[in-house]
């Protein structure tokens, strides 16, 4: 179903023409989210209908989320998507090039996830994901240690002035401030094949709001996945419902604009 929220000022209505780009989360949006990060559960044929709809948008479509890369080829194998990946911090174009963050970011990551790693260790119910420069503290299996986790992560994150903490799902990530993933789509829109393109970023969590930011002052569309409170001006349901949307996008008559886009997103509320 389609639940529209209320346009915030200064976003622009979805009026052009344009083909579109596609910015999709993983966890929650692609996937349904699991208990442990290594737990998710693939639906049989992802890998192959998203490289059909990259094929569709002429190569316009990026996952952009919290995990690393490495993390969103493993579990989207044999398919190689263009991905920013730890919020923005890494990012991998559609022709294979790599942008890395610089050694302070990769270094205070490295910090935190020290020390973070004893509080970790102690709770089996904890997981703890040091990336290359992002770390995130899920705590999904003991949500009752919430208070204790983000206190937790402040400390880690003490003396490192670069980072912030940002509250997910049932997980407290520390990132570098100035990157996030309305910062990624933003990177991408200025590079073919993204470029001249309208934005349709979709997402379920918190951290998703900067990139539906980001889409919708450039014309495009915020989709919210699930419940909770959000900017985006549409909600899909479930990651089912999304890969529903996902099979009618394309360049080839299918739906190809945004204005499109939100006429089909209209039909399911």
């Known amino acids: 179903m389609s639940s529209p929220a209320t346009p915030r000022a200064g976003i622009m209505q979805p009026s052009d023409r344009r083909g579109i780009v596609v910015f999709a989360d993983f966890d929650g949006t692609l996937v349904s989210i699991a208990d442990r990060p290594e737990d998710v559960i693939v639906p049989p044929g992802l890998s192959t209908d998203l490289a059909g709809l990259a ?15 490495e993390a969103i080829d ?26 890395m ?6 270094a205070a990551s490295a910090r935190i996830g020290a020390r973070l790693r004893p509080f970790a260790q102690g709770e089996p119910r904890l997981a703890l994901e ?67 393109r309208a934005p349709l970023f979709v997402g379920d969590d918190r951290t998703d709001e900067d990139g ?40 080839d008559g299918r739906l190809g604009n945004i204005s499109a886009v939100e006429a089909f997103l209209d039909g399911k509320g």
């Open 130 to 196: 040091i990336k290359i420069a992002a770390v995130s503290l899920h705590f999904r299996q003991a949500p009752e240690l919430e208070a204790v986790c983000r206190e937790a992560m402040e400390a880690a994150l003490e003396d490192e002035p670069l980072f912030t903490i940002i509250a997910g799902k049932m997980v407290f990530e520390a990132k570098p401030a100035a990157l996030n993933k309305g910062t990624a789509a933003a990177a991408f829109l200025v590079e073919p094949p993204f470029a001249g």
């Open 212 to 251: 539906f930011a980001i889409a919708q002052a450039q014309g495009g569309l915020g989709i919210k996945v699930g419940a909770g409170e959000t900017m985006a001006r549409h909600r899909l349901p479930s990651p089912s419902a999304v890969l529903e949307l996902f099979d009618a996008l394309g360049d």
């Open 55 to 69: 094929e569709r948008l002429h190569g316009a479509l990026a996952v952009v989320t919290g995990r690393p890369i």
């Open 101 to 106: 963050p610089d050694t302070a970011l990769q």
């Open 74 to 99: 493993r579990f989207l194998a044999p398919g190689r998507f263009a991905v920013a990946g730890g919020h923005g911090t890494e990012r991998r174009r559609p022709d294979g090039s790599m942008l």
